[in-house]
């Protein structure tokens, strides 16, 4: 902006200056000057026309499509675990970093997270209503799928994926507080130590898994850009190749001495029939294994766009639908009827079968068709913060 002349001479002036040059094209592989980013300079929006709304990250949406496909193949290897050594491995490297890496984007992007209305509007649309839907959802299939006529419909014990939503509004209503205190991921940490050794915590919401996996979480809250841009190093990616080949010759050795049930963190030492001390040892061992192999993981995801980038906006329909299919195939015996499924072919079968199941339940179709379940406006449910309604009011004005 020039500022306008302050004496008479300078208005005079003004009058007879120059006229500036006609514009030009610009040339060839030359950029045009970009256009005023000032709200002044804007040109208005009209009533029909959206505002630009907030370009996605494609980095990030590659990792959770990524994540929820080894997500979905970690639960269709379950049923080979027991009658294949190789798959047993597999399995415990992919659950050593699949649902870390998924926690720890998820509280990345909750670092805004406040109390502020629509916040809390868009975690009662987007987190527990999905778990209230989908809580239901999976007790009535139980019920008729495995001949459970009795199995209880109950908000507060999550039945099989749905702790996930439970854990992560707990998670997401926490982060003011550990945005807050001095030293948050030392005492998330403390928390999923105590949480390790404690059997009589219950299974009420899953808070075994809720504390368990809250060091991620917390992590994810404390995460900036550079930090994922270290990881994304050329030297990071060429060396997470013996990382990874290290983890999985440990799998390998590992597998028939421990259980896998360690990494699932909804159980404490004692249950698990082991001794209390053990509990705070496989709790932090696993913290760290599960941070290497997650930033191992991390230096693979592409940075471009995807033919699956698009994928990555619904992840959470992939994650919540293919359990249906999963828990399915157990009830009505699919792997034992068809014995070749525990073949090395009939594995690769089941793990193809797994990653184009979930990509297609993760399609715009598939979310446009099932929004009203998983992301409701529910306009009508909601008063209008005062607040809001005077932002609202001054924009149009």
Known sequence: MFHAATTPEGAVRSQHRTPLPPTREPASGVPSPRPPQSAQDRPPTTAGEKKPGKQRDAFFDNAKYL??????????????????????????????????????????????????????????????????????????????????????????????????LIALFVWRMTTPLWKMIRWPIPVALGIAVLASVSPDIGDDLDMQRVLQFLPFFVIGLFLRPEHFQLVRRRE?????????AAAVALAYWAAPRMT????????????????????????????????????????????????????????????????????????WGWFDTYAWLHTPLGQIFVTVVAAVVVTLLCTPPVQRALRFAMEPKMTWAFKRDAAEVARERSKAG
């Open 67 to 164: 994540a929820i496909v080894l997500v979905a193949m970690g639960h269709s290897w379950e049923p080979l675990t027991d009658g294949s050594r190789a798959a047993e491995a597999l399995y415990m490297v992919v659950y050593t970093f699949h649902m870390p890496a998924f926690i720890v984007i998820s509280g990345y992007f909750s670092r805004s997270f406040d109390m502020r209305p629509d916040r809390l509007r868009r975690l009662m649309t987007g987190v527990v209503v999905p778990y209230v839907v989908f809580e239901v959802a999976y007790s009535l299939f139980k019920r008729w799928a495995d001949d459970s006529p009795d199995h209880p419909i109950s908000l507060l014990d999550p039945w099989y994926l749905t702790w996930f």
């Open 236 to 244: 990071v990616r060429i060396l997470s190749v013996p990382v990874f």
């Open 260 to 331: 896998s049930s360690w990494f699932y963190h909804r159980d404490s030492a004692q249950e698990l029939g082991a001794p209390w001390w053990s509990g705070v040892v496989m709790t932090l061992a696993l913290l760290a294994c599960s941070l290497v192999l997650t930033a191992c993981f991390l230096s693979w995801v592409p940075r471009r766009h995807m033919w699956f980038t698009v994928l990555g906006a619904g992840t959470l329909y992939g994650y919540l639908l293919h359990g249906f299919l999963t828990k399915g195939s157990n009830f």
